[in-house]
């Protein structure tokens, strides 16, 4: 993985905006994602410089959407640096 810059990080943390809770699930959390309501899903390649997931096994996508009517992003799918 390369390193990024500040302001790369940056723009990967601006997209999308208006959530205020963000959930990463770890290993067997992936049920979680039935919760999300409203919603929809953004594969982490189109996400400015975010790396894709490395594991097939692993979805690879961050959820936009709703959970108990609270604004909330899901990252479903980690990437690994090895």
Do not use: W
């Not at 500040?6 to 959390?29: C, H, I, R």
């Amino acid at each position: 993985m390369n390193a990024l810059t500040m302001e790369q990080y940056k723009q990967a943390a601006d997209f999308p905006n208006g959530a205020d809770t963000a959930v990463v699930l770890g290993s067997g959390l992936d049920g979680f994602t039935a919760r999300v309501r409203e919603g929809y899903a953004v594969p982490y390649c189109d996400i400015p410089h975010a790396p894709g997931t490395t594991n097939q096994a692993h979805k690879g996508e961050l959820l936009c959407g709703r959970v108990e009517g609270r604004p909330v992003y899901v990252l479903s799918g980690r990437v690994h640096a090895y």
